[in-house]
């Protein structure tokens, strides 16, 4: 019998980071087969994910980015997305609303570049989503479907009580 390799990459983001470390803690003796990877926005919770993963697995976006205005050459790259990139640029709120459309369009395509390349070297066989309303959510939602990784995201039933992945 053989065992398939799992490697789920995690988007921590804001605070989810914090709730998935603990399941992180939990998986290294509950699910040893699987390699675990996250993805971090921003530096804010890097520290204590360093504590249950090794740096190589983590990515921090606030530190891949370019600190300068990405310029934007064309759109080929995104030959492949399986969304709208300028729906997804619309979904946010804060980083992208007060650039110019071009300098929206250039970072939000650093983006896309940045979480494929880290997707394709974790070997990524599962993406695992707090959050999708964001742009980045979309993002990793229209990367998972072209690189035809399962998503899953963890949805609660409210009035059924608990929750379920979906």
């Known amino acids: 019998m053989t065992t398939c390799q799992r490697s789920i990459v995690i988007h921590g983001y804001g605070t989810y980071a914090i709730v998935y470390r603990h399941m992180l803690d939990v998986a290294k003796s509950a699910a040893p087969d699987i390699d675990w990877a996250m993805i971090l926005p921003s530096s804010h919770h890097f520290d204590v994910i360093s504590e249950v993963l090794p740096s190589d697995r983590i ?21 492949g997305y399986c969304g709208n990139i300028y729906e997804d640029i619309e979904a946010e709120k804060e980083a992208y609303r007060h650039r110019p459309a071009t300098q929206q369009v250039a970072r939000a395509v650093e983006v896309y570049k940045v979480y494929k390349e880290f997707l394709v070297r974790m070997k990524a066989t599962h993406v695992l989503l707090s959050h999708v309303e964001t742009f980045e959510g979309k993002v990793l939602i229209s990367l998972a479907r072209e690189l035809k990784i399962p998503a899953i995201v963890p949805s609660e039933l409210r009035n059924l009580g608990g929750t379920v992945f979906t």
């Open 59 to 79: 990515l921090c976006l606030e530190h891949k980015q370019s600190f300068s205005h990405p310029k934007l050459s064309d759109l080929t790259e995104l030959a």
